[in-house]
């Protein structure tokens, strides 16, 4: 046989072998990737963390979803002078923007108005049909965020100026939003939730420090909305880890011929790289099993052939459950607050100590909050955080920095006596 002969076998074979070869390694990696999943999933059945089945939606009046989604579509955002009224309340702003406030506020009380009427409504859905895997439209969400803000203002305000039922209202459609997010599956709908947690929280705060005494009232918001951050967490990352492993997510990322070619050849490094990825999933729900400051550092193992909307979720998870981590400490203060406030209401005092009411730990920390009673007859709750107060715990996760901190947040709990106003 001659040397050409050889060299055109030779060539012949080469993508042959290489073909084979790959073949292999896919199926490989395969294996290992499906050995991942399952332990994955196992691990989160063992902890309650698998989604609820899809339940039929509510009807439109029941769903508070629908009430929260008919009065954001109709709200006009007010600006940016709103953006951060939990933690710099409206009455601090300059006279004449709470002037422009106020006004736009009485524009929008109809939309407003209809979002609060979905408070009484405990069952929600956005109507998202995650049977669709990553296909599923997802609604817009700034309106809920805007809105919320706009509620937050409202309930500020109007507690200020002794309005008492228009303070009342805000803080329903607070609620209603909340609820209407709670139990929704992707990271994005979650993570708005979070954020609009911190608004109802703020805007009860304000309702409370006027010496409210409602009770009915204050029994409505004192009911969990999200009994277990960390499960909803883990449910998220259920369904979050099923959408990594569709085939055709990836090839939105490979578009046409050539993508799919690709697609082929580096089939064996995506089952890599997102078998790395469950592997980072499971490792941050195993951390988050004790405190935010007990978490220790997950596997990362990022590499060149990673897919890149995985990789991006992976960077991201550690600053989600950050923010999980958080809005669990403002729910559980928020939920003992209202507590406290209900049993001194009917027993004529606060508690000595939080082992009188029903009370969870501050999960920042797994210590009880801080709290104490004032020389005035009031009383102060406390979540003991603050600027840093994340920091040294997400760098261990992370090597970077959060991009959001958990602000100390103090509830100020009014003599039993005290009362501006009338529901």
């Known amino acids: 046989m001659s040397t050409k002969r050889k060299l055109l076998w030779i060539c012949a074979l080469i993508p042959l072998l290489l073909g084979i070869a790959n073949l ?22 063992s902890h309650d963390m698998v989604p609820d089945p899809m339940a ?3 009807p439109g009046p029941e769903n508070a979803a629908r009430w929260a989604q008919a009065g954001t579509g109709l709200v006009e955002p007010f600006g940016t002078a709103i953006g951060t009224l939990d933690t710099q309340p409206a009455t601090s702003l300059p006279s004449p923007i709470q002037d422009q ?5 009485e524009k929008q009380r109809l939309p407003l108005s209809l979002v609060a009427r979905g408070v009484d409504r405990q069952n929600a859905s956005l109507g998202i049909f995650y049977e669709l895997g990553f296909h599923a439209q997802i609604p817009d969400m700034m309106p809920f965020l805007s809105t919320g803000r706009l509620l937050l203002a409202d309930a500020q305000l109007s507690a200020a100026d002794g309005r008492i039922d228009d303070a009342v209202r ?27 947690e911190a608004l109802y929280s703020a805007g009860l705060k304000a309702l409370v420090a006027t010496g409210f005494d409602d009770i009915a009232v204050l029994e409505r918001h004192a009911r969990p909305i999200q009994p277990d951050h960390r499960r909803q967490f883990g449910r998220m990352i259920h369904f979050e880890s099923t959408l990594v492993i569709d085939p055709e997510t990836f090839r939105l990322f490979q578009p046409g011929l050539a993508g799919s070619f690709r ?9 890599v790289s997102v078998g790395k990825g469950i592997q980072h999933y499971r490792d941050l729900l195993k951390a988050a099993e004790g405190t935010a400051s007990g978490l220790k550092k997950p596997t990362q193992l990022i590499s060149p052939y990673d897919w890149p909307w995985l990789e991006a979720m992976s960077l991201a998870m550690p600053n989600v459950l950050m ?6 400490a403002r729910a559980h203060a928020r939920e003992i607050a209202l507590a406290l406030r209900l049993h001194a209401l009917q027993a004529g005092r606060y508690p000595e100590d939080l082992s009188e009411i029903p009370s969870r730990r501050n999960p920042l920390n797994d210590r009880p909050f801080s709290y ?10 406390e979540i003991e955080a603050g600027p840093g107060a994340l920091e040294e715990v997400f760098r261990e996760l992370t090597g970077g920095q959060p991009d959001e901190e958990i ?10 006596a005290a009362w501006r106003g009338s529901a």
């Open 170 to 196: 805000a803080v329903d459609g607070l609620r209603t939003l909340l609820v209407s997010l709670a139990n929704e599956r992707w990271v994005i709908t979650q993570l708005i939730s979070y954020r609009i």
């Open 323 to 328: 923010k999980s981590l958080a809005a669990e």
């Open 407 to 416: 602000a100390p947040f103090v509830w100020q709990l009014p003599p039993v």
């Open 263 to 271: 697609f082929a050849l580096l089939r064996g490094f995506r089952n």
């Open 372 to 381: 104490r009673l004032d020389e005035d007859g009031g009383a102060v709750l």
């Open 56 to 58: 039929d939606i509510p």
């Open 24 to 45: 292999l390694w896919i199926r490989h990696t395969e294996s290992r990737l499906q050995a991942d999943i399952h332990a994955l999933h196992q691990y989160l059945e």
């Open 101 to 105: 406030l106020r006004a736009h506020l």
